[in-house]
């Protein structure tokens, strides 16, 4: 305990120090946010209803939309590079310090996912100080149930990262597979657009791609889809058919979670296999 | 005295390499051991099986009465280690790295802070506490890697080419604080170097090449085994100079850089007699005591430093 306590502390001292990174992770939310999310907008609206408006479609905000996917944005991100510092920490040294040491392999493993999980929550809390400017309301409710969300992607993700980060020896490497990772995932997730009338091939990977629901969970919270007419939901893409059958949150949940705990099986036990 | 490292035919061999051909040897508690040889001899092999960072592909060893392959926790528990290249996080203050190494090696909470202040004390770091390791000189980090490897009080201290990098002055520095270490806690010191002067301050030397120890004792017995005083010349013509020598007086001679090297008893009566005598022109002379470079090349016919110059190595 004392030693994945260790692990973890140390990920989040230097997250918390690293001011040029905390401030950078803002750049990208607010370019697809403010600049495209704003920009887009417009363009949407008027296609989806007129500018006259009426229609069911006359309340889709693109930016609104956008927002709980920018946060599953930012938490995957943080998430998936908290990783790197395993990569780095083989490159520079430390690994060596930390593999020495009497503490076992799996309390590392989980250290280090633990670490990015919450370095990764507090990130995609952070990503709160746009509330403001985009017109969605957050309420404190509305936070207390991000944070576990949160808290479940984030470490799914840490997993994913920690498993990929076992198997490459550089962090050159590293930032080469992540990004290839990266842009799929994201993209084909529906945080950036409603995925709506995908080919076959592209709505499996869909699917497939925890980071949906992830996305997904995000919504049902930020977006409250209960008020919204069902026409409106459709177009926002928030009914995830499984096999014909709309997923539930819960349900969501668990697929995150089991995804999650499939990975940091994998993780542990491939770190488990680093040599000092 | 009892003997806290014990190796009995440790072998380690990669694919096509045996990097270590099965060594013997123990240490006593409270002493400093030291691994000489040219880089690649398999120092670095043998202090990583014995630190359980590499698996021994036969032979046993044990630490502290661990076995290093069975009993690994126990082992890691009794050693400290400072590798060749820094392991320190560059990231964090002084405080932080000590901090979480009580964490990885269950310091109890109540003894951190005492044990911190003792080992940057011993160190003379206790001013740089506070301080981002980033900042410090390669000395510092040398000297803080020493003292973090002191924290959870191990019994074997295991110095992997510790002065590797650093300007002579500081080199000097880390070897005071080791001894000031030494005689502080009694703890056993366990080194690796290729540097000669180095492992004069050793109580005993194991002296390693192509895997194998081909000498232990103390440096004093070591360089009397040599064979009484050196002596150096550089002459007009060596190829002259040698056969004659070789001749004249039934020695081994050895030719590096241009310099004649041979052993002889009484080296100062000797070189008195050996100038008024000698037909070639002589240029230079020298005569000095031997040194753990000289048991070396007595042992090997090649000196450390050739090696690590250059890979091309002559006379072997």
Redo the contacts between chains.
């Keep these: 305990m004392?030693?994945v306590?260790?692990v973890w502390?140390?990920d989040v001292?230097?997250f918390f120090?690293?001011k040029a990174r905390l401030l950078g992770s803002f750049a990208m939310p607010f370019m697809f946010l403010i600049l495209f999310g704003s920009g887009i907008s417009g363009a949407m609206q008027a296609m989806l209803g007129g500018d006259s408006g009426g229609g069911a479609l006359a309340d889709f905000d693109f930016v609104e939309f956008m927002f709980p996917g920018i946060i599953g944005m930012t938490v995957f991100n943080t998430a998936i590079f908290s990783a790197l510092s395993v990569v780095q920490d083989k490159e520079?040294?430390?690994m060596?310090?930390?593999?020495?040491?009497?503490?076992s392999r799996v309390s590392i493993a989980i250290g280090k996912v633990l670490g990015g999980t919450t370095v990764a929550v507090i990130q995609g809390l952070m990503m709160l100080v746009f509330v403001p400017f985009i017109g969605v309301s957050i309420s404190f409710i509305m936070i207390l149930q991000l944070i576990p969300t949160m808290f479940l992607v984030a470490f799914t993700i840490s997993a994913i990262g920690l498993l990929i980060a076992s198997l490459l020896k550089t962090a050159q490497g590293f930032q080469m597979v992540i990004q290839i990772l990266l842009f799929p995932m994201l993209f084909l997730s529906g945080a950036l657009f409603p995925l709506n009338g995908l080919p076959v091939w592209m709505d499996i990977i869909v699917k497939i791609n925890p980071l949906t629901y992830s996305v997904d969970m995000f919504k049902d919270i930020i977006l409250d889809p209960e008020t919204m007419s069902a026409p409106l939901r459709q177009a926002m893409g928030l009914d995830i058919e499984v096999f014909g059958h709309v997923i539930t949150f819960l349900e969501e949940a668990v697929v995150v979670g089991a995804i999650g705990a499939v990975f940091v099986v994998l993780a542990t036990i491939r770190f488990s296999k680093t040599?000092? | 005295m009892a003997n806290i490292v014990e190796v009995n035919n440790l072998k380690k061999r990669y694919k096509d390499l045996e990097a270590v051909k099965g060594v013997h040897f123990a240490v006593g508690e409270s002493e400093i051991f030291g691994f000489l040889g040219p880089n690649g001899a398999g120092k670095s092999t043998t202090i990583n099986m014995l630190s359980t960072i590499n698996k021994p592909t036969s032979g046993e060893a044990t630490i502290n009465g661990f076995h290093v392959v069975s009993e690994k926790n126990k082992v890691r528990e009794s050693i400290g280690l400072i590798f060749q290249e820094s392991t320190l996080d560059e990231k964090l203050t002084a405080n932080e790295n000590l901090l979480l190494h009580c964490r990885f090696y269950k310091v109890p909470k109540e003894k951190r802070e005492e044990r911190i202040q003792e080992v940057l004390e011993i160190v003379d770091l206790s001013d740089k506490r506070k301080q981002i390791v980033e900042t410090f000189s390669g000395g510092m980090k040398r000297r803080l890697e020493i003292a973090r490897g002191l924290l959870h009080y191990p019994r074997v201290l295991f110095l992997d080419e510790p002065t590797v990098g650093l300007d002579p002055q500081t080199r000097n520095h880390i070897w005071e604080y080791i001894l000031r270490l030494k005689k502080k806690t009694g703890i056993t010191i366990f080194l690796t170097t290729h540097y000669m002067d180095e492992a004069e301050i050793c109580d005993r030397v194991a002296v390693m090449d192509h895997g194998e120890v081909i000498a232990l004792d103390t440096p004093d017995a070591l360089k009397t085994d040599v064979g009484g005083d050196i002596i150096e010349i550089r002459t007009a013509d060596n190829y002259q100079a040698k056969t004659e020598i070789e001749s004249n007086y039934h020695v081994d001679v050895k030719e590096a850089d241009d310099v004649l090297t041979f052993q002889v008893n009484r080296g100062s009566e000797f070189l008195v007699q050996f100038v008024r005598e000698f037909s070639v022109e002589i240029l230079t002379v020298n005569l000095r005591r031997p040194t753990l470079n000289d048991v070396f090349l007595h042992l090997t016919g090649r000196e450390i430093r050739e090696e690590t110059a250059s890979k091309k190595g002559r006379g072997h």
Excluded: N, T, W
């Design positions: 004392e030693a306590f260790a502390q140390r001292i230097k120090r690293d520079f040294g430390y060596r310090e930390i593999l020495v040491s009497p503490m040599e000092a």
